[in-house]
């Protein structure tokens, strides 16, 4: 479940903000150059009144005889003139205010959200038109009036920012190495705030243009300026709207405010996409790749649970799993063991349709009850989610829907519809269904009165507890255990997972055990298979593999742990890096941490292959000798696959 | 007083300004000698952050007095209490949240350095050593570089080598290791070590994990529901467990060895 | 970190925390809506009647002043217009002498209407189409409802207003362009016939108006919450489609309830350019003709009556936050 967050622009957003880019350029090009664009004043009578568009008037005249075309391209200059300087006003001060409340709080805080809250909630329109009744018409009036009006939303949202900031580690870190509050604001809380800042300048501007042209339009707007909303007023005064008049006298500058605010909407959106990195999260899962080869493969053996064949997921272009071929034997936890970024939780998510935008599964086959699983398309993956195969998550504290009572979340498991696939027992009546429910909630330990609790309300065990309910209350056939226990504290890990081995007895299930975690894995499991960079490098019966490792880096995994009992050994860390995806070595991927390299690991990656009772992916494997480069560089060619245990 | 952190019978308070609250620690007195290296253990909700959290003046006591390097933190003012800090420095649990984004390795580095008011040419030298020092090496590659494009066991050793680049003589580890993969954990909490040895500080070092504490620190503190339980050098504490709490972390923590003991060296 | 379990419950004591405020807030506008007419430059009993003007002789200035409560000191004025505001009494309106709450309760049915039914199809639609853009997000709907949206989004209200009645009215003769109800007295079902008519093209504006903001929240909560650790067990679990959108959505119903709420206040503001434009006889283009013409005690109800909704909104708003997030109900054992 590592769950990237991509801070791009995805192709659609980036469409339309190129398209706002170009409306705001069209604008911004016609306020600049008004002096070239147009031949006559806008504000004075060149012509006659009322002319239709002709050679020397392109949009005709006015009611007074004013060039309607310089009206339309110097109306830009006010429109964004306005825009743009209430806009920066009132992002100064909507920051001015979210820094005070969010970083002083207190009091302070109450009253300005109070005042806040007020503002936002009032017309903004009314209260200008209002404000403007008493002070008066004059531009800087207006935008003064409208940055008094318009700081409120910024205020709003960048507290809120700013709570969220002040929580964050490297604020607090700053704050506890004894950083004064003026660098803490400076370097830590502006600079992060930069993205959102910008987006709400841009949706300030938005709103001024608004309000600028809708005071203009009601004719209430400073008398000597020409604006667009100015130009509506005197069209809709002279009721253009019953003549032809309305083609050029109307839709030219309506579509110009449309063309600048759509072009401030578009961009101010792709802003917000950019600053929000919520928002550019994942996406829900992309429909399976039906182009896979027509034959069938051949189902496993029948004590074979599930069978990796060569299986591949690339998230993009980079191969974050590269061909493992894996057995869950009937009866024998099988544990899967990697650091962070080796693709053991890929490959979960892979197995089980889960995985997210833009992860794929590019190769292999998943043979799960004796078909091929990536072949049952969407639906079919769904069905078997929950019913055959069943998931337990890392225990993030956020697996349970925070708005749902436990025992509504753990119902529904029972209650979706479960057709389809062989070997379910249908679903029954709701109060079957209920009890159904209550007595899996009771059997991890979760007492009756407890389950019409809000997940807030329970403890991190117990609310893994309750994922582990879920899983088990269909009966499956498969628990893909994924970072079970990380996240937890030791005491309750173990009684995490002593209930998982009980359930495991109690309910006829077989478990995958995905983890970080080493010794833990091996505290459990009856096989194990070590995961480097996307592929399984050591594989075999958790005894043998542990008290006879074969590869380097199973070896390194198990020195680097510290021990509570026993006489004190210092730890020995994996040398160098975990290896990077995007930028794998050539040859062997762990090659470049390893002391037994030689040439030939640079050049070609060693296959998986039989020894002694496991399978080991290691040119210098068997590695009895304790000098490093010593084993000579066996290494047959290809016959992995085969499983030895 | 020769203690480095000294709590006198101290209460912490969590919940809302005018809410119920909810005690996090409750008459707790510890103290920690100057060079001594201890270590806080306790499940999830002991309290064992909020000790660290106390130490900087994150967290204030509801109840009882807090000293640190021979000060009350009590009755200082604003300017001094800063000053203080600035000899205090902190690790934090998540590697991931604790480095500004938007800064520079040498920069984030570099800031207690700032923050002590030494001047920018003086600060290069100390960073690449500290860098250095973790194992960061050489610094020149790590120096330009931004979290974003570090590993999660390379964003510690930085936060890491932030707390120790101003020479601080107290050093509070809160779960450094927690969000690292397993085979990272015995590491960092050895760089830790030598790093104290090296500046002869006092190191307060949080966990969960009676192993880790076992390699870090001369002396066990166990914390259950707030109340300090067990308070003994950590041998004897290993070899004896007097308290449930502190049985129920042994064998949790046993329960991993019996693998790894058997493994050979390589 | 510190276990929440004995957090006893809260709810009450929030009550009466926030009524507090509130009442707070109340009293502030009050003070301000008294004193901003008496701050701004131009004294009202100056616009009024003016000293220098010669039109009107002193006695009939002092008796001017006093049929506006404008005489006395600044205190006395205050004291005035408090206890008359306990007595529901805003005054005498400048513009044609009636008091102003008969201006203003002639006017307020109407804009409750107007605003009632652009604010019901704003929010369903917005919302709708806002959670069916982002449960694909990025995919050719998503982008074709976003554009689209913001498009219509962006129209300015009385553009949309002008090119609604050249179209309906002038063109296709199908909808009446002013009021809100014919002039002759009509009754029984043409009467309601008659106001449906022409309620239609203003209320369509206003939509317009309203829908971008809506949708915009619920296309991005929409998204965050697909994004969300439980949305991913839910999906783990084999849940549908339909129960996965049933998960997101109880929990995007929070913020865009607040939006919703607070996007009410624009809507507001909209509505006295879209009476304008239609000759709605709405409180906005009550506000609208009493800043034309200096009206200040309708302005003055105008915009007491615009406070305290905007009170009643907010009140509103915090007290649904609990019902849809049982997080800040903080239920004890």
């Known amino acids: 479940m590592s769950r990237e967050r991509r801070r791009l622009l995805r192709p659609s957003t980036l469409a339309i903000a190129a398209t706002g880019a170009i409306f705001l350029v069209v604008v911004i090009g016609a306020a600049v150059f008004a002096d070239l664009l147009a031949q006559h004043p806008p504000d004075r009578a060149s012509g006659a009144p009322y002319q239709s568009p002709n050679s020397d008037h392109w949009l005709g005249t006015d009611d007074l005889g004013r060039d309607l075309w310089a009206q339309l391209v110097h109306g830009s200059r006010v429109t964004l003139l306005v825009g743009l300087v209430a806009a920066a006003l009132a992002t100064a001060l909507g920051t001015l205010a979210a820094l005070v409340a969010g970083w002083w709080g207190g009091l302070r805080d109450a009253a300005i959200m109070r005042l806040v809250d007020l503002v936002l909630s009032l017309p903004l329109l009314v209260l200008v038109l209002v404000l403007a009744a008493y002070f008066g018409r004059g531009q800087t009036v207006l935008i003064l009036l409208i940055a008094g009006v318009l700081w409120a939303r910024p205020a709003r949202l960048l507290r809120a920012q700013v709570l969220k900031l002040r929580e964050i580690g490297h604020v607090v870190a700053a704050n506890a190495l004894g950083a004064g509050a003026g660098r803490i604001l400076r370097t830590h809380l502006l600079r992060r705030l930069v993205p959102l800042l910008s987006s709400q300048f841009v949706r300030a501007a938005l709103i001024a243009v608004v309000v600028q042209s809708g005071v203009a339009f009601l004719g209430l707007g400073d008398p000597g300026q020409v604006s667009w909303g100015s130009m509506l007023y005197f069209a809709n005064n002279a009721s253009a709207i019953l003549t032809d008049a309305w083609l050029w006298w109307i839709v030219p500058p309506g579509m110009a405010l449309t063309v600048l605010i759509v072009g401030l909407a578009f961009v101010g959106f792709a802003l917000e996409e950019l600053s929000d990195p919520q928002l550019v999260s994942h996406g829900p899962a992309p429909p399976v790749r039906r182009r896979l080869d027509p034959t069938e493969p051949e189902p496993p053996p029948a004590d074979v649970v599930l069978e990796l064949r060569g299986l591949a997921v690339a998230f993009g272009g980079t191969e974050v799993v590269r061909g493992v071929d894996l057995q869950v034997a009937r009866g024998r936890m099988l544990g899967l063991v990697g650091e962070s970024g080796s693709g053991k939780s890929a490959l979960a998510l892979a197995v089980m349709g889960l995985l997210g935008r833009p992860g794929r599964v590019t190769a292999g086959a998943t043979m799960f009850e004796g078909r091929d699983l990536r072949r049952l398309g969407r639906e079919g993956l769904r069905r078997l989610r929950g019913r055959r195969i069943a998931i337990v998550p890392q225990a993030a504290m956020s697996l349970l829907n925070p708005t749902m009572r436990i025992i509504t979340q753990v119902t529904e498991c029972a209650a979706s519809p479960a057709s389809g696939t062989g070997g379910i027992q249908p679903t029954g009546a709701v109060g079957e269904v209920a009890e159904r429910a209550h007595a899996a909630l009771e059997r991890v330990g979760i007492p009756r009165d407890r389950h019409r609790a809000y997940p807030h309300e329970l403890s991190g065990g117990q609310r893994q507890r309750v994922v582990l309910a879920m899983a088990v209350l269909n009966r499956p056939r498969l628990l893909i255990a994924d970072e079970p226990t990380t996240g937890l504290d030791v005491v309750t890990q173990w009684e995490i997972l002593d209930l998982l081995d009980e359930l495991r007895a109690e309910f006829h299930f077989d478990v995958l055990l995905i983890s970080h975690d080493l010794p833990l894995v091996a505290a459990r499991a009856d096989d194990l298979a070590i995961m480097y960079a996307g592929r399984i490098v050591e594989q075999g019966a958790t005894g043998d593999l542990v008290a006879r490792p074969q590869h380097p880096y199973t070896r390194g995994l198990l020195n680097a742990v510290a021990t509570v009992s026993g006489p004190r050994r210092r730890p020995i860390p994996v040398a160098g890096e975990p290896a990077d995806p995007r930028r794998l070595p050539g040859g062997c991927a762990f090659a470049p941490r390893c002391a037994h390299r030689s040439e030939v690991c640079s050049d070609s990656d060693a296959p998986l292959r039989p020894l002694a009772s496991a399978l080991v992916a290691c040119h210098h494997a068997p590695l009895e000798a304790p000098e490093p480069g010593a084993a000579g560089t066996a290494g047959g060619p290809g016959n992995a696959g085969e499983v030895a245990t | 007083m020769s203690e480095t952190l000294r709590l006198d019978n101290v209460d912490v308070l969590y919940g809302p300004p005018r809410g119920p609250k909810v005690a996090a620690l409750q008459d707790v007195n510890l103290t920690a000698g100057r060079g001594e290296r201890i270590a806080v253990v306790g499940r999830s909700g002991a309290g064992k952050s909020t000790i660290a959290r106390l130490a900087v003046g994150l967290v204030e006591p509801a109840g009882g007095s807090v000293e640190v390097l021979g000060k009350p933190l009590a009755g200082l003012r604003a300017t001094e209490r800063r000053a203080l800090r600035r000899r205090v420095q902190i690790v934090f649990q998540d590697p991931y949240q604790s480095l500004h984004p938007g800064l520079a390795v040498s920069r984030i580095v570099a800031e207690p350095l700032a923050v002590a008011g030494i001047e920018r040419s003086r600060r290069p030298a100390p960073v690449a050593a500290a860098l250095e020092s973790l194992g960061l090496q050489p610094a020149d590659q790590f120096l330009n570089r931004f979290p974003a494009s570090l590993s999660g066991g390379q964003r510690q050793r930085v936060a890491i080598a932030r707390a120790f680049v101003a020479h601080p003589e107290l050093i509070l580890a809160d779960e450094p290791t927690s969000m690292l993969d397993a085979s990272l954990r015995g590491t960092v909490a050895e760089l830790l070590v030598d790093l104290q040895r090296s500046l002869e500080a006092t190191l307060v070092f949080i966990t969960h994990d009676l192993a880790l504490a076992r390699y870090v620190a001369d002396r066990v503190v166990v914390l259950a529901e707030g109340r300090i339980v067990e308070d003994r050098p950590t041998e004897e504490l290993l070899a004896d467990p007097h308290h449930p709490e502190t049985q129920r972390l042994l064998v949790a923590a046993r329960r991993l060895d019996r693998y790894i003991r058997s493994a050979p060296k390589s | ?333």
């Open chain 3, 1 to 333: 970190m510190g276990s929440q379990r004995r957090l006893l419950p809260r709810w009450r004591h929030r009550g009466v925390r926030l009524v507090l405020q509130y009442a707070l807030v109340v009293a502030v506008a009050v003070v301000v809506n008294f004193a901003l007419p008496r701050l701004a430059p131009g004294d009202p009993s100056d616009y009024l009647a003016p000293p220098e003007g010669g039109t009107i002789s002193l006695a009939e200035r002092q008796e001017m002043l006093a049929r506006f409560d404008l005489d006395g000191s600044n205190a006395q004025q205050f004291s005035t217009y408090i206890s008359k505001l306990f007595q529901g009494d805003l005054g005498i309106s400048v513009r044609d002498g009636h008091p102003v709450t008969e201006v203003v309760g002639d006017r307020i049915g109407w804009s409750l209407l107007l605003m009632g039914s652009a604010v019901l199809i704003s929010t369903v639609l917005g919302v709708a189409l806002g959670f069916a853009a982002g449960w694909r997000r990025g995919s050719r709907r998503d982008l074709g409802l976003l554009s689209g949206v913001l498009t219509v989004d962006a129209l300015p209200a009385f553009f949309v207003g002008l090119m609604l009645i050249l179209a309906f009215s002038v063109h296709l003769g199908w909808f009446p362009v002013y009021g809100a109800v014919a002039p002759e007295g009509l009754s029984g079902w043409a009467w309601v016939g008659d106001v449906a008519e022409r309620l239609v093209l203003p209320a369509v504006t206003l939509t317009c108006v309203g829908l971008g903001a809506v949708f915009v929240v619920a296309r991005s909560a929409m998204i965050s919450e697909l994004g969300e650790d439980y949305v991913f067990m839910a999906r783990a679990k084999g849940l549908s489609d339909r129960a996965v959108r049933r998960h997101a959505t109880r929990n995007a119903r929070i913020p865009v309830s607040t939006a919703a709420l607070l996007g009410l206040s624009t809507l507001v503001g909209a509505a006295t350019v879209v009476e304008a434009v239609f000759s709605y006889p709405g409180l906005g283009s009550l506000a609208f003709a009493a800043v034309r013409s200096r009206d200040y005690p309708v302005l003055q109800a105008v915009f007491l009556l615009f406070t305290l909704a905007a009170m009643a909104i907010n009140l509103l708003n915090d007290l649904l936050y609990p019902l849809f997030d049982p997080r800040v109900r903080k239920v004890g054992t």
